[in-house]
């Protein structure tokens, strides 16, 4: 996989000048499953395959959970309170973190550090190939919500976020992938000192992908 994303899909990590590599939406699913079959395959998937999800599918998934639907306006795939767009997508494998880009549904690497281990104690989430790790982008929230107290951030970060999640497991079914959401074991403080979030950052819910086992 790694070969494979970085040649095609990256941005290289290094400190020198990214590698812009070629953009490939790949929105469009080769699945034939229904809103309605997606409807009825929605579960939480806790045992995954060991195998890395191929790029297509988990460029799909992720561009479910935050793409560009609208290319005229920068509509997403998922509404926003406030318009705030402060969720941002990461995903994390065996070989780094990547920050996956809306506008160009494309994955740009931040870290090489395979931090799935640390995400979450549950054991499964380690497991999984591929793990979505929610951001909320506190400063943009904030900024969007003009003069909103910190409980309403909070759950408006919250409540994006899980829109997000929810889309991935709809297009989880549809990609023949198993997801589950983790609130309560994920490991907030340790992700943010892993990825070196800036201050008032939120993470609101990580989320493992994978071919369920
Ligand atoms: C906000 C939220 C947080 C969750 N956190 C966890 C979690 O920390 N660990 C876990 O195994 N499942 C977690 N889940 C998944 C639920 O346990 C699961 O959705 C529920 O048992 C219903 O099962 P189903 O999704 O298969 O229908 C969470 C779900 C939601 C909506």
């Given at each position: 996989?790694?070969?494979?994303?970085?040649?095609?899909?990256?941005?290289?990590?290094?400190?020198?000048?990214?590698?812009?590599?070629a953009a490939v939406p790949a929105i469009a699913s080769a699945?034939?499953?229904?809103?309605?079959?997606?409807?009825?395959?929605?579960?939480?998937?806790?045992?995954?395959?060991?195998?890395?999800?191929?790029?297509?599918?988990?460029?799909?998934?992720?561009?479910?959970?935050?793409?560009?639907?609208?290319?005229?306006?920068?509509?997403?795939?998922?509404?926003?309170?406030?318009?705030?767009?402060?969720?941002?997508?990461?995903?994390?494998?065996?070989?780094?973190?990547?920050?996956?880009?809306?506008?160009?549904?494309?994955?740009?690497?931040?870290?090489?550090?395979?931090?799935?281990?640390?995400?979450?104690?549950?054991?499964?989430?380690?497991?999984?190939?591929?793990?979505?790790?929610?951001?909320?982008?506190?400063?943009?929230?904030?900024?969007?919500?003009?003069?909103?107290?910190?409980?309403?951030?909070?759950?408006?970060?919250?409540?994006?976020?899980?829109l997000s999640a929810q889309n991935v497991y709809l297009a989880?079914?549809?990609?023949?992938?198993?997801?589950?959401?983790?609130?309560?074991?994920?490991?907030?403080?340790?992700?943010?000192?892993?990825?070196?979030?800036?201050?008032?950052?939120?993470?609101?819910?990580?989320?493992?992908?994978?071919?369920?086992?």
């Amino acid at each position: 996989m790694k070969k494979d994303l970085n040649r095609r899909h990256f941005l290289a990590a290094s400190a020198a000048a990214p590698v812009a590599v070629a953009a490939v939406p790949a929105i469009a699913s080769a699945s034939e499953t229904t809103l309605q079959q997606a409807f009825e395959g929605r579960q939480s998937t806790r045992r995954f395959g060991p195998a890395p999800v191929p790029d297509d599918q988990i460029l799909r998934v992720l561009w479910a959970a935050n793409g560009v639907n609208r290319p005229d306006s920068g509509g997403r795939t998922v509404p926003s309170w406030r318009t705030a767009y402060d969720t941002q997508v990461y995903l994390a494998t065996a070989e780094g973190v990547f920050l996956h880009v809306p506008e160009s549904n494309t994955l740009e690497q931040v870290t090489q550090d395979d931090i799935r281990a640390i995400a979450s104690d549950s054991a499964f989430v380690a497991r999984a190939p591929a793990l979505i790790v929610y951001v909320s982008d506190g400063a943009r929230l904030r900024e969007a919500a003009e003069g909103a107290d910190d409980q309403a951030l909070v759950i408006g970060a919250h409540v994006n976020a899980a829109l997000s999640a929810q889309n991935v497991y709809l297009a989880c079914v549809a990609e023949g992938l198993g997801t589950c959401l983790i609130g309560g074991a994920a490991n907030r403080e340790a992700i943010a000192q892993a990825l070196s979030l800036p201050e008032g950052s939120i993470v609101p819910y990580i989320q493992p992908v994978g071919t369920p086992r």
